[in-house]
């Protein structure tokens, strides 16, 4: 008895666990200061993220995205002495994301091209949310909703061994109207630069 017992257990674990594969979505950049009207990204996160995402679906007129970083955590594979190169390099071909709390919204799949270098890290904006699909969601006027994002992300390494991240949770919180059009105070009421767009989370330099 004690032994099916076991068997069991193992069993539950295996079901639960996912397959390492090195590669992760590790976590949401916050957005840079515009530099001279332009919205420049580090090559990795150079701060997180902190609290949830917003998106006015009111006010937005662009896709909703996140600067998201990937890391590689698998060694490299190059051998200089014998010539063998880095099979463990890491290309990120399609991000997969379903949608909790937001029922008119399906999965949708996003092709991307990302290189994540093997013991590296790459960090890149992704449309979450297309712009198509704002009126999709369960909003009203002045009000506002919890929606969360549950990303994957699926590629191949050099070597052409397939791969699948784990899965990802963003929570992003869904308004109409909360978020005003331009942020700006009277003293300095005009916009010069925003990352990476109006009526979503970002940072604004004013003038």
């Known amino acids: 008895m004690k032994r099916l017992i076991a068997l069991a257990a193992l069993a539950f674990l295996g079901s639960c666990s996912a397959p390492y594969s090195g590669v992760t979505i590790f976590e949401v950049c916050a957005f840079p200061t515009p530099t ?6 580090s090559p990795t996160c150079a701060n997180t993220l902190a609290g949830p995402a917003f998106l006015d679906v009111a006010t937005a007129p662009q896709d909703f995205v996140l600067p998201i ?3 590689n955590q698998l ?4 051998n200089e002495a014998n010539g063998t190169v880095d ?3 890491a290309y990120i071909e399609s991000i997969q994301i379903e949608y909790s709390g937001a029922n008119g919204l399906a999965p949708v799949t996003v092709p991307v091209t990302i290189t ?4 590296g890290a790459t960090s890149q904006v992704i449309p979450l949310i297309p712009q198509s699909d704002f009126a999709k969601l369960p909003v ?5 909703t919890n929606v969360v994002m549950s990303l994957k992300a699926t590629g191949r390494f050099l070597s052409q061994q397939s791969f699948t991240t784990q899965s990802f ?7 109409s109207g909360c978020l005003a ?3 700006c105070p009277p003293s300095t009421p005009t916009v010069s630069g925003v990352c990476p767009q109006l009526g979503q989370t970002n940072t604004v330099s004013c003038q």
């Open 116 to 119: 994540v270098p093997s013991a």
């Open 36 to 41: 001279a009207g332009a919205c420049v990204f």
């Open 169 to 175: 949770q963003i929570p992003v919180t869904v308004c």
């Open 181 to 183: 059009f331009n942020p």
């Open 75 to 78: 060694a490299s594979s190059a």
């Open 69 to 71: 970083q990937f890391n």
């Open 87 to 89: 099979a463990n390099t």
């Open 140 to 144: 009203a006027p002045g009000a506002s």
